[in-house]
């Protein structure tokens, strides 16, 4: 995904099998409704080309979370067979 203006800080989260939240810091004086509906095409052209198109995206209220250390953690939950 290229950089996208408006958002500070993106997290996105797998909340179910096909489904995954996008947590996001948007930059003050920007519209949040246009930075989202930037970010989910972004996002869903990905999807669409790696062949995971049917992934269902979803909007978060929360802002991006940080470890106890203060340090953001990349998760990638595994499926389970």
Do not use: N, Y
């Amino acid at each position: 995904m290229d950089r996208t203006t408006g958002v500070e800080m993106f997290q996105i989260v797998q909340t179910a099998p096909g489904t995954l939240r996008v947590r996001l810091r948007i930059a003050g004086g920007t519209d949040p409704d246009h930075v989202w509906r930037t970010v989910f095409a972004d996002l869903a052209q990905l999807l669409k080309e790696h062949g995971a198109g049917d992934v269902t995206l979803e909007r978060s209220d929360e802002a991006p979370q940080q470890e106890p250390g203060g340090k953001f953690r990349r998760v990638i939950p595994r499926a389970k067979p």
